[in-house]
């Protein structure tokens, strides 16, 4: 098992260019979650999906939209992108989410803005 | 969402047990506690979670105040894989398992 992918690894865009971040995962997990994690931070919730079907605003969604695409798949969309959103990703599953349920990271999407 | 404090960082030496405290003093009844770990350069990683009693599995043990204000991550041996940052975070039933992380603990394992 793969665990949890996410596509690309390193992405340097310029001021208001767009682009997808894309995750997966293959252990059947309902719930996703996409965080930033700035320089010397821990991380941020930008959006999660609960389950198939839904999704729902973290702490940061500003400037991002995600799309659960299946089971397996949680995009999040940069349409403009800015300087401020120069960050690492990471794409991360858990079973369901519950309090007790244990998230599944990916290895993260290391990404600049110019 | 109770908060947390950790020490900014520690260190331990090569095959000695390493305690890591975390305060969450306005923790709910419900709160699980969960701790995750960051290597560096990498994702985070899941090490342990607990309600009320004390915990073990294969990477460490979790130590639960009676009270549940404060908990104790123990690694029993640790190892120079074991150098990372350690977060504490209490997770409320509420809250849909989303996690929010501090600054955590930087752990350094000296050979």
């Known amino acids: 098992n793969a665990g949890v992918t996410q596509t690309p690894k390193f992405q340097v865009l310029k001021t208001g260019q767009s682009m997808t971040l894309q995750c997966a995962q293959d252990m059947n997990h309902n719930s996703m979650y996409w965080y930033r994690q700035d320089p010397g931070m821990g991380l941020r919730l930008i959006y999660y999906s609960a389950s198939e079907g839904t999704t729902d605003k973290g702490e940061v969604p500003n400037g991002y939209n995600v799309s659960r695409l299946n089971k397996r798949e949680f995009s999040l969309r940069l349409e403009s992108a800015a300087p401020s959103q120069t960050s690492v990703y990471f794409c991360?599953?858990?079973?369901?989410?519950?309090?007790?349920?244990?998230?599944?990271f990916g290895p993260g999407t290391r990404l600049t803005v110019l | 969402d109770a908060k947390t404090t950790q020490p900014n960082s520690m260190e331990s030496n090569e095959e000695e047990p390493v305690h890591l405290p975390c305060n969450h003093s306005?923790?709910?009844?419900?709160?699980?506690i969960h701790w995750y770990r960051q290597l560096p350069s990498q994702g985070p990683e899941y090490v342990i979670h607990?309600?009320?009693s004390n915990v073990n599995n294969r990477m460490a043990s979790l130590a639960i105040a009676e009270d549940r204000k404060s908990s104790t991550l123990i690694l029993h041996r640790a190892t120079l894989r074991d150098a990372a940052v350690y977060y504490c975070i209490p997770i409320s039933s509420s809250n849909t398992g989303k996690l929010i992380f501090g600054q955590g603990t930087t752990l350094q394992v000296k050979p």
């Open positions: 306005t923790i709910s009844g419900t709160d699980y």
């Open positions: 607990g309600l009320t």
């Open positions: 991360a599953s858990s079973e369901a989410s519950r309090a007790y349920n244990e998230q599944f």
